[in-house]
Nanobody
């Protein structure tokens, strides 16, 4: 099993930056063979893809491209989401996800492991 713990959410103003972290652990977790991703879900809306990172590739939703950066510290089994130029429409619960595959995916059903989520609120 794999456990994911997010941190770094909070209340910020529009235009501010914010960095989310997700620490992965578990006997079967291997940083080389797991793809990590961030999804978000706003009230009344479906969970949507934000960004993903494999060993060799990063992928972003069009809505965050150029503003958000996903990265990982393989030595610490941690993935980050650096968010800049935040907008009120970025307000959501952000979830970290992992899947045992070496390719990224924007489909939330393809991820087996999920964190508990962290709230990001952007005020105008």
């Amino acid at each position: 099993q794999v456990q994911l713990v997010e941190s770094g959410g909070g209340l910020v103003q529009a235009g501010d930056p914010l960095r989310l972290s997700c620490a992965a652990s578990g006997r079967t977790f291997n940083t080389y063979t797991y793809t990590m991703a961030w999804f978000r879900q706003a009230p009344g809306r479906e969970r949507e893809f934000v960004a993903a990172i494999s060993w060799t590739t990063t992928d972003y939703a069009n809505s965050v491209k150029g503003r958000f950066t996903i990265s990982r510290d393989n030595a610490k089994n941690t993935v980050f989401l650096q968010m800049s130029s935040l907008k009120p429409e970025d307000t959501a619960v952000y979830y970290c996800a992992a899947r045992q595959a070496m390719t990224t995916s924007a489909e939330f059903r393809s991820y087996s492991y999920w964190g508990q989520g962290t709230q990001v609120t952007v005020s105008s």
